[in-house]
């Protein structure tokens, strides 16, 4: 079945390092690649998404890559911040189908 | 207020007994899913539902029932064949169409077996 997979499991990086987190897919259908974050007791919230018409996308610090052909899409934070700290899904879609989760990573920014 | 409620946040249940997890929401969404939150496995599909009257297994069904008789409220039942209920629940839903579009997040029901 469809599955996605993410890593690493945890991330440490310095304050204003830069951190990166990669996922890939397995469906072939899927078009749609949203990032999550989640901070300690709080709902998932959308950060960045990319659709599979587009390889690039920024939104200030935060852009996200997208690979068709070896689908891969990662997340990328520049100059991080203590707030940045939190748990970071991936997930993949096709249309009007399900929701696929990554399984998380544990971003800690070191002061 | 706009969004998406799940209810109760926490909720304990007797070994045995089926439990019934409350998920509304009011941005006028097709797309309805539950998931559940282990520590450091993500978030995995129990059932979704793309349209009012139709839902479909996730990865974990086995031991969940779920109804979507109104299209604000997909409600999951925890039954006693689930073998370890304890988690984190958590309720989305999201427009459809031709393209996927962001997923809302409800708070979360923390289910503790007792």
Redesign the interface.
């Known amino acids: 079945?469809e599955n996605v997979e993410?890593h690493p499991?945890t991330l440490s990086v310095q304050e204003g390092d830069s951190a990166v987190i990669k996922c890939t897919y397995s469906d072939s259908a899927s078009?749609?690649f949203?990032w999550y974050k989640q901070e300690l007791g709080?709902?998932?919230?959308?950060i960045i998404?990319i659709?599979s018409n587009v390889g690039e996308k920024k939104d200030q610090r935060i852009a996200v890559t997208l690979n068709k052909t070896a689908k891969h899409f990662s997340l990328h934070i520049t100059e991080t911040q203590p707030e940045d700290s939190a748990v970071y899904?991936c997930?993949a879609?096709?249309?009007?189908?399900?929701?696929?989760?990554?399984?998380?990573t544990r971003l800690s920014i070191r002061p | 207020d706009g969004g998406i409620t799940q209810s109760p946040k926490y909720l304990f249940r007797k070994e045995g007994q089926n439990v019934t997890l409350s998920c509304e929401q009011n941005l006028n969404h097709d797309?309805m899913?539950w998931?559940r939150q282990d520590p450091?496995?993500?978030?995995?599909?129990i059932y979704?539902s793309?349209i009012v009257n139709d839902f479909?297994k996730?990865?974990i069904a086995e031991g969940y029932s779920v109804s979507r008789e109104k299209k604000e409220s997909f409600p999951l039942t925890v039954t006693s064949a689930q073998k370890n209920p304890t988690a984190f629940y958590?309720c989305?839903s999201?427009a459809?169409?031709?393209?996927?579009?962001?997923?809302f997040?409800?708070?979360?029901t923390r289910l503790t077996v007792v």
């Open positions: 079945g993410q499991s078009n749609y949203p709080k709902r998932p919230q959308l998404d659709r899904f997930a879609s096709s249309s009007a189908s399900k929701i696929i989760f990554g399984s998380g | 797309a899913y998931y450091g496995q993500g978030l995995r599909l979704y793309q479909q996730g990865d958590l989305a999201s459809t169409g031709h393209l996927n579009t962001e997923a997040f409800g708070q979360g």
